[in-house]
């Protein structure tokens, strides 16, 4: 305890390293409960306000502690920030001499056997794929670990990535003829010869969930498992404890026998005209959903004649797929693997079709070109407190945003967990940085001129704080129509989600005096724009789950068997934690300041507002619009002396 201590101290070692350093108290008081959960194998949950600087409050006792580490992140980005920028410091400081590894999913490494297929195979690719191909080739032939981030001329929603990566369907793993040079296989073999591995939440689940089915082990077993973002862990940990079956799944699958059928088994004629029939059918059952992508209950739709005709349909296709695969093996590598593909769809087809398991949703989600459908666990709690109790590792869990109204019962519920709680305020003056506005006469959010209303709103506030605004929306619908109400009314930039990918628009909006952002849910975390960048953050109203969210409504129903209030102990937990996310992106450096905008009265008038105000920042709060217009005024004039 005493090295921690020491290391956050006026003359330690991070004071030899940062100029500048001041001790802070809050992260000292972290990095020894910490330390102490680490020395005790026991768990620990941390809200640490944004500014109390927790990144560096567990990794140094994590260090110190000369255990094996793995510290799992919610994004690519904090992986990448912690990796590349806070261990080093830290390594630095402490004269650290262990080993340290990045480790990311599969879908982030080049497969060379993929790229050896595609190439053979000559398949088919517009004009910016060809472009991209190349590039990924020249690039191939130097790169030292695979990384597809390093291509960084290559947007990152190319064509060319899924044709050159893997997926645990695909992969030939120990049968592929480019085992010894595979750049996951390298990376994983660092990561098992590390001292401190970093992660994401998808790559740990994913982990747990294949060791949970007997398959293999990912990430060696840690004595020390830090979750930063933690509040994202519930869903991350029930998406990969239950199972999921895809068009997309049956669309690599025939893509993949068709390169087959074109280069080593063009005598095979059958194999092509069930491949071919099996992806016509499966992209014939997402024409009967809904053309805008969607989110409803599996087991409400396969009642349907239709959907049970067409998913019907995609089982026989599939099985006749199966059955000329099966007079293939043995053929090549690439169909053997094939076959066993078609084999475990065929068990996932039958899974889906039964929908009469208790205690699991089923659920379905589409995309453009895909269908999802999903069978999800409705508690992981039982399951991954057994994994906590008998790993004998100390875990922490941390996150700017997990206690609702001051208790962490919500989340330790979730996950089943016992732990000792900790809660750390922000070190930020929020009473003189900032303003929470929650305008009056707003019409309902259903009402007719809803979206008017708003942009009306959003001009006045805009004009004062001169752009530097993000306008975050709970649905694609609102954020649309504001759009192109804004667009007829003011000269700022608009930047406006999916128009083009999260990273490009965040970087145009920081290059930008003027911008305005609109956008929804993948916007509410993860973004960090500090200074007078970003000085004004509105939000169109409290962001509940909608209604008709197929998992929710089960956990919903299960919650009433149990004689509980799903509002309660769901609905409102979970919006007061995305709410808080929406906050945290407006004051992000003790010199930001800035005002925020809830338009939604509910947080003033209903009797749960409380819930929702007693768990945001102590801002100074105003129901004038015109006193936030003048405070934005103020900051505009400061910035300009």
């Known amino acids: 305890m005493a090295k921690v201590e020491h ?17 802070r108290q809050a992260q000292i008081d972290m990095a020894l409960e910490v330390a102490l959960a680490i020395e005790n194998q026991s768990s620990l949950v941390v809200e640490a306000g944004t500014g109390t600087g927790k990144t560096f409050a567990y990794l140094i006792p994590a260090l110190l502690s000369d255990k094996k580490v793995i510290v799992s992140t919610g994004t690519k980005n904090l992986q990448e920030q912690l990796f590349h920028k806070d261990l080093p410091l830290i390594k630095k400081s402490l004269k650290y001499g262990g080993q340290v590894a990045l480790l ?67 992969c030939l793993a120990k049968d592929c003829p480019f085992i010894k ?30 060791k949970d089915t007997g398959f293999g082990e990912l990430i060696p077993k840690a004595e020390v498992v830090i979750f930063d973002e933690a509040h994202q862990i519930p869903d991350i940990a029930s998406e990969y404890f239950g199972d999921a079956f895809s068009t997309r799944q049956i669309h690599e699958l025939t893509s993949d026998v068709m390169a087959q059928y074109k280069t080593a088994l063009t005598d095979v004629k059958q194999l092509g005209k069930a491949a071919e029939k099996l992806d016509k059918t499966a992209q014939e059952f997402r024409l009967l959903f809904a053309y805008d992508p969607e989110r409803g209950n599996w087991r409400e739709k396969i009642n349907k004649s239709q959907f049970k005709a067409q998913y019907q349909a995609i089982k026989d296709d599939l099985d006749f797929l199966y059955q000329v695969l099966k007079l293939c093996v043995g053929r090549t590598e690439e169909i053997d693997h094939c076959f066993e593909r078609a084999v475990s769809l065929l068990q996932k087809h039958e899974m889906m079709a039964n929908t009469d398991s208790f205690g699991i949703s089923f659920w379905y989600e589409t ?96 004009a004062a704080s001169g752009g530097a605004c993000f306008m975050l929306f709970t649905s694609y619908r609102m954020m649309n129509m504001v759009a192109d109400l804004l667009a007829e009314q003011i000269d700022n930039p608009l930047l406006i989600q999916g128009q083009m990918s999260k990273r490009k628009i965040l970087a145009q909006f920081i290059e930008s005096e003027d911008a305005v952002l609109l956008a929804t849910a993948s916007f509410w975390e993860g973004v960090d724009v500090r200074g007078d960048k970003l000085t004004c953050v509105i939000i169109d109203k409290l962001p509940f789950a909608s209604p008709d969210d197929p998992l929710l409504q089960a956990r ?33 450096d003790i010199n930001d300041k800035g005002v925020l905008v809830i338009c939604d009265d509910r947080i003033v008038n209903r009797p749960y507002g409380e819930v929702f105000v007693k768990s945001l920042p102590n801002m100074r709060r105003t129901r004038n619009l015109q006193r936030a217009i003048a405070f934005l005024n103020t900051i505009k004039k400061d910035e300009s002396e």
Not at 131 to 159: F, H, M, N, R, Y
Not at 559 to 566: A, M
Request: proline share 4%.
């Open 556 to 588: 919903s129903e299960d919650v009433k068997r149990q004689n509980g209030d799903p509002f309660a102990q769901i609905q409102m937990p979970q919006a007061v934690i995305a709410l808080k996310q929406g906050v945290g992106r407006l004051i992000r």
């Open 181 to 210: 040079e595979c750049y996951l296989v390298k990376a994983r073999q660092q990561a098992i010869d590390a001292d401190v591995v970093v992660v994401n939440h998808h790559l740990f689940f994913a982990d747990m969930a294949l």
């Open 104 to 170: 990311k999913g599969r879908a982030n490494y080049l497969c060379l056997q993929r790229l050896d297929q595609f190439s053979q195979s000559r398949g088919q690719l517009d004009a910016q794929g060809l472009q991209d191909l190349v590039k990924v080739k020249t690039w191939s032939s130097a790169t030292s670990s695979g990384d597809i981030g390093e291509l960084v001329d290559v947007a990152e929603d190319s064509a060319i990535f899924p044709l050159v990566t893997s997926t645990v369907d695909n």
């Open 367 to 462: 995309t453009r070109r895909h269908v999802v459908l999903h069978q999800t666990p409705l508690s992981v709690a039982d399951k991954f407190n057994d994994y906590v109790e008998s790993s004998h590792a100390g875990w922490i869990f941390t996150s700017a945003t997990l206690a609702v109204d001051g208790h962490f019962d919500h989340f330790n519920d979730q996950l089943g967990i016992k732990a000792k709680a900790l809660f750390l305020d922000s070190p930020f003056n929020y009473l003189e940085q900032s303003q929470l506005l929650v305008p009056r006469y707003l019409p309902s959010a259903n009402h007719p001129s809803r979206a008017q209303k708003l942009a009306a709103l959003a001009v006045e506030l805009i």
């Open 7 to 23: 290391a956050f101290s006026a003359s330690g070692a991070l004071a030899q390293v940062i100029q500048g350093y001041h001790p």
